[in-house]
Nanobody, 121 residues
Framework: VQLQASGGGLVQAGGSLRLSCAASGRTFNTYVMGWFRQAPGKEREFVATISRSGISTTYTDSVKGRFTISRDNAKNTVYLQMNSLKPEDTAVYYC???????????????WGQGTLVTVSS
């Protein structure tokens, strides 16, 4: 599956952004989807994941209560709604796809190109 992330930009602290990740192909609903991020000078970090049906989600502790992952299988798209953004959320955000449910794993089969989110203080 090929992934295309979009929706990044510059936002002030406390603001919101919604990231989108569009997938190619007709098998999107067979993939578990995830969002990761990589801040300058840091390693890539798990952010959130969502099951094939969208019923199950997992978040890293630092975004719980602020970020929401969702998916629309009819549109082959996964979203990351980010509220109450903080400067420490600044990073390149990547979407990814894998076949099996394994919360917090980094072993994904396909990765998008990334979209930059910058949160100013």
């Amino acid at each position: 599956v090929q992934l295309q992330a979009s929706g990044g930009g510059l936002v002030q602290a406390g603001g919101s952004l919604r990231l989108s990740c569009a997938a190619s192909g007709r098998t999107f609903n067979t993939y578990v989807m995830g969002w990761f991020r990589q801040a300058p000078g840091k390693e890539r970090e798990f952010v959130a994941t969502i099951s094939r049906s969208g019923i199950s989600t997992t978040y890293t502790d630092s975004v719980k209560g602020r970020f929401t992952i969702s998916r629309d299988n009819a549109k082959n798209t996964v979203y990351l709604q980010m509220n109450s953004l903080k400067p420490e959320d600044t990073a390149v955000y990547y979407c990814a796809a894998r076949q099996g449910w394994a919360p917090t794993t980094y072993a994904y089969d396909s990765w998008g190109q990334g979209t930059l989110v910058t949160v100013s203080s």
